[in-house]
């Protein structure tokens, strides 16, 4: 950890997108195609992830991805998305997809996202990383799957032994 690296929350790195469904973007059926969403959700993470490290930061992996609701043509989309989790040179980004109801202006959840981006600096090399401090009860939960996910991804490429991953094995004993 670097000496001026303060920890910060993830409501510091909090991304707010929120645009409209055009014509060019949606499928045969008028709704979103999931490519697009895909790039809206990135394009939110890297900023909530360049937020939180103040680095330049690239796409390391998307981790889950939930297609839970079409998004119809002229809808208004708002993707949302904050750092879960902060590692070594990594961090976990949360991201929640909200569509809005024309008449009644009532937002809900249409998909939800979880990427992983890596600080790097200008050559490329992965560099430190400001711990988080969750403060919310739904970020604590999210900080505390964080590394229950990672350690389940490290176990399943073989980087890491099932019985070292002592968060997993604490759910199953």
């Known amino acids: 950890k670097w000496p001026f690296m303060d920890s910060r929350t993830p409501s510091a790195s909090k991304t707010t997108l929120t645009d409209l469904v055009?014509?060019?973007e949606?499928?045969?059926l008028n709704n979103l195609f999931g490519g697009e969403l895909l790039a809206r959700m990135d394009r939110a993470a890297s900023i909530a992830a360049r937020r939180h490290s103040r680095r330049i930061v690239v796409?390391?992996?998307?981790n889950h991805v939930a297609f839970n609701k079409m998004i119809p043509l002229g809808s208004v989309v708002t993707v949302e998305a904050k750092v879960s989790r902060a590692f070594k040179t990594s961090m976990e980004i949360f991201i929640d997809v909200w569509i809005e109801d024309r008449e009644s202006g009532i937002c809900s959840k249409a998909n939800e996202a979880i990427y992983t981006f890596v600080a790097v600096?200008?050559?490329g090399q992965p560099v430190p990383v400001p711990e988080l401090v969750p403060e919310s009860d739904q970020e604590k939960e999210r900080f505390d799957a964080a590394?229950?996910?990672k350690q389940l991804s490290l176990v399943l490429a073989g980087k890491m032994s099932p019985k070292d991953a002592s968060e997993l094995r604490a759910l199953f004993v």
């Open 121 to 123: 600096d200008e050559q």
């Open 26 to 28: 949606t499928n045969p």
């Open 22 to 24: 055009l014509p060019s």
């Open 147 to 149: 590394l229950r996910r």
């Open 59 to 62: 796409t390391a992996s998307v």
